[in-house]
């Protein structure tokens, strides 16, 4: 009977205790969820390919790729020397270069290839414009010999435009990519203080793999195609008309 007593007991004070923590649920701001969610998955998160290119300043080389269709991130950064953890001010004999992570069924490493040589000039030696340096030297970073062929069939195409100078453009396998410290991420975005408040704000490292800011990034330079940029264009008034505080998807 002792037992039966001190059992009942026990069990008031257990449903005392439940029913405590259930009434201070909203008092203490906690919510206890009627199920746990399934897991979203992230379109991004499907298989992607990764492409490395130098073609001078870094902050311009992002710009161009940010925009492409099909290019989910880009990152600069580093690559093609031997300096172990290079930085800005003391690179080596890196060169600048941008990663672009990409969606080979909307677009495939031919394609960068063409935005590559028509976005700089293959040759001038070590240097893009008022840029000159052994940094800003013009490289085809490859992963596989499938890469190497196409690279190396593209370099002969770009070399029969014209024959009067030499296209000084280097074709390496891609060994480490070291990325950039993070001031040098999405450069041209930075400098336009309206689209960054467009998209929140968003924290340094959310903003360097933001599918968003990398466009952005490129429509900020005025470096996306035509069509894009007129999207982008439309996109921003529709906002700015209709009071929406912030872009979320392109």
Request: hydrophobic letters at 40%.
């Amino acid at each position: 009977m002792k037992q039966s007593k001190r059992d009942l007991l026990v069990l008031h004070v257990l449903q005392f205790v439940i029913i405590s923590i259930l009434m201070a649920d909203g008092a203490l701001g906690i919510r206890f969820p009627d199920r746990i969610p399934d897991r979203v998955m992230d379109p991004t998160s499907q298989p992607l390919k990764t492409a490395v290119l130098a073609l001078g300043s870094f902050w311009r080389s992002e710009a161009v790729f940010g925009c492409l269709n099909g290019v989910v991130r880009t990152t600069v950064g580093y690559a093609g020397g031997s300096k172990t953890y290079p930085e800005f001010r003391s690179l080596g004999d890196h060169a600048e270069s941008v990663q672009i992570e990409y969606d080979p069924k909307l677009i495939n490493f031919r394609q960068l290839l063409e935005v590559f040589w028509s976005s700089h000039d293959s040759r001038q030696i070590f240097g893009q414009g008022p840029d000159v340096g052994y940094q800003y030297r013009s490289i085809i970073f490859t992963n596989g010999t499938e890469e190497a062929r196409l690279a190396a069939v593209s370099k002969e195409r770009e070399q029969t435009r014209s024959k009067s100078s030499i296209v000084t453009t280097q074709i390496q396998q891609l060994g480490i990519f070291y990325p950039a410290e993070p001031e040098h991420q999405k450069f041209e975005l930075k400098r336009n203080p309206f689209l960054l408040q467009l998209i929140g704000n968003l924290p340094e490292e959310e903003l360097a793999r933001s599918s968003l800011a990398a466009k952005l990034n490129g429509y900020a330079a005025e470096l996306c195609p035509l069509k894009t940029q007129k999207q982008i264009d439309g996109k921003i008034s529709d906002i700015i008309r209709k009071g929406w505080p912030i872009l979320r998807e392109m």
